[in-house]
Nanobody, 128 residues
Framework: QVQLEESGGGMALAGDSLRLSCVASTRTFSTTAMGWFRQAPGREREFVATSNWSGVKEYYADAVKGRFTFSRDNGKNTIYLQMNSLKPEDTAVYYC?????????????????????WGQGTQVAVSS
């Protein structure tokens, strides 16, 4: 069982920045696939960002590429999502996801079904 606790959401104006954090309660964090997803009202949950286990290779949805940065600190069991140049269309509940021992073929897992554990979500609201 992996518990995930997200923080850092809130309200922002277009162009602002926010940083999300997610702490995972697991002894095997360094071999756990971790990712960020989001879900806007009336829409399906969608992939935002992830990396491989070491954090060297990062993967992003086209909608956030160049604006968001994913990072993971294996020493702190934490992943981050630095969100810059926020847009109103970034408004959503952001979820942290984890799947222990999932190597994601050496890359990043970008499909919600690849993750077993989910955080409670943190709301991000961006106004113009």
């Amino acid at each position: 069982q992996v518990q995930l606790e997200e923080s850092g959401g809130g309200m922002a104006l277009a162009g602002d920045s926010l940083r999300l954090s997610c702490v995972a309660s697991t002894r095997t964090f360094s071999t756990t696939a971790m990712g960020w997803f989001r879900q806007a009202p009336g829409r399906e949950r969608e992939f935002v960002a992830t990396s491989n286990w070491s954090g060297v290779k990062e993967y992003y949805a086209d909608a956030v590429k160049g604006r968001f940065t994913f990072s993971r600190d294996n020493g702190k069991n934490t992943i981050y999502l630095q969100m810059n140049s926020l847009k109103p269309e970034d408004t959503a509940v952001y979820y942290c996801a984890a799947d222990p021992y999932n190597y994601c073929s050496g890359g990043g897992c970008t499909v919600p079904g690849e993750y077993k554990y989910w955080g409670q979500g943190t709301q991000v609201a961006v106004s113009s």
